[in-house]
């Protein structure tokens, strides 16, 4: 068996935009006729230019091998060009790459890839969502009251534990910057606060708060923050500091009685394990559109089972990384919680030949063999990418007080 055809699609992602401005999904095809999908999670420079970086690495790599050997060709990968270290939109390409083989693996011998993976330990998969805007015209960026005022997010978190929800993330920390880390102002710490109380006050116990941030803020900070959100018990502390240096991190675990998550920004096991050694974070959010690949991510899940931390899949992008983020909770003793898009309707739903299946706050891995889930092809064409922005696109100058 060997590959012998690639496709890509960046999909411009509709109104409300939930997961981001655009998706780079791509297909590889074997000779004999199994097609296998992927998800590619670079956000560095634009589509096209994934594209070609795509284009490259099949050409030289891909092209002609054999795609159960998913060791051999990662390790090609990765060292091409005398690189030899995390290297974050070659790692967003092999990511993609990576799973489109697991895909074939998977459908040649007719098993879901968790089932080649040690097999399935969770039934079903507690899910998670972003707080989004739901009022009329809203979209992902818009200027909701759902980002501002925290009745309005209560109100939201409300209506999302309605259809099932037992955990909502919020993000009212402000914006993130290329200029960061900062001290965030008194009057962002006492947004924070609000938003954190008057949530809790709404949802009671029955509904775990997950506190985002990008790594805005300096460890004095954060810990600023910490002290501030502490006393309404959220899950987790996301991302404190920036990804660059865990030995920082790890001073704001060590004194922040929140469990820390990381690790969004962050790829292969290599980055992973320093989180791991310093102690930076208990709960690891690997993106599998960027950290690696599937295989990357279960062995990141294997060394944080020996520290005895957990893993909760990072999902900002399309749902086939949603589906690969699956086969990897399905089958991974330490798995927390998952991130969905909301419940994986709309136009995730819509670009898929069968939709990802959520029930009541979960999701329920698919027994079908592979990823378990097929791109809709003439959805994706009929959805261009027409825009200019990159997936996300921070502040390019400092944040100031009281911003």
């Not at 998977?106 to 707080?131: F, M, Q």
């Not at 739901?134 to 501002?148: K, Q």
């Not at 506190?211 to 018990?233: C, D």
């Not at 889930?373 to 922005?389: K, R």
């Amino acid at each position: 068996m060997k590959i012998a055809e690639l496709k890509t699609f960046v999909v411009g992602n509709p109104p409300p935009a939930f997961g981001g401005r655009y998706f780079l999904f791509l297909k590889l095809k074997t000779a004999c006729g199994i097609e296998g999908v992927g998800e590619v999670y670079a956000a560095s420079f634009a589509p096209k230019a994934i594209v070609a970086m795509i284009e490259d690495v099949f050409e030289r790599h891909v092209e002609g091998a054999d795609p159960f050997r998913i060791e051999a060709l990662w390790r090609n990968v990765y060292g091409r060009g005398y690189s030899g270290r995390p290297d974050i939109s070659l790692m967003g390409v092999l990511s993609g790459i990576e799973m489109a083989l697991w895909d074939i693996v998977g459908k040649a011998v007719g098993k879901p890839v968790y089932a080649l993976l040690g097999g399935k330990v969770h039934e079903r998969l507690r899910s998670y969502t972003y707080l989004y805007p739901d009022e009329p015209g809203s979209h992902a960026y818009s200027d909701s009251p759902v980002y501002s005022n925290p009745r309005a997010a209560a109100e939201r978190a409300l209506k999302y534990m309605a259809q099932g929800f037992t955990a909502v993330k919020l993000d009212p920390a402000g914006p993130y910057s290329t200029f960061d880390p900062r001290q965030p102002s008194l009057e962002r710490l006492e947004l924070c606060e609000a938003f954190c109380r008057t949530l809790r006050e709404a949802v009671g116990t029955k509904c775990d708060l997950l506190f985002g941030t990008h790594g805005q803020f300096t460890v004095s900070g954060a810990l600023r923050m910490a002290r501030r959100i502490e006393p309404y018990e959220p899950l987790w502390f996301e991302e404190p500091t920036p990804p660059e240096a865990p030995e920082e991190m790890a001073k704001v675990a060590a004194q922040c009685r929140m469990p820390i998550a990381t690790g969004e920004r962050l790829t292969t096991k290599y980055e992973f394990a320093r989180v791991l050694e310093t102690g930076a974070a208990s709960i690891l959010q690997m993106n599998l559109g960027r950290v690696g690949g599937i295989l990357e991510a279960k062995k990141i899940a294997a060394m944080a089972e020996a520290h005895y931390a957990q893993i909760a899949p990072h999902l900002y992008c399309g749902p086939v990384v949603g589906a690969a983020n699956i086969q990897l909770a399905a089958c991974s003793p330490n798995f927390l919680i998952l991130e969905s898009i909301e419940r994986w309707d709309g136009f995730h739903a819509k670009i898929l030949k069968k939709p990802i299946r959520w029930e009541d706050g979960w999701v329920i891995p698919p027994e079908e063999p592979g990823l378990g889930v097929e791109l809709d092809e003439e959805v994706a064409l009929a959805h261009p990418w027409e825009g200019t922005d990159l997936h996300l696109v921070p502040r390019f100058a400092p944040v100031w007080p009281p911003g």
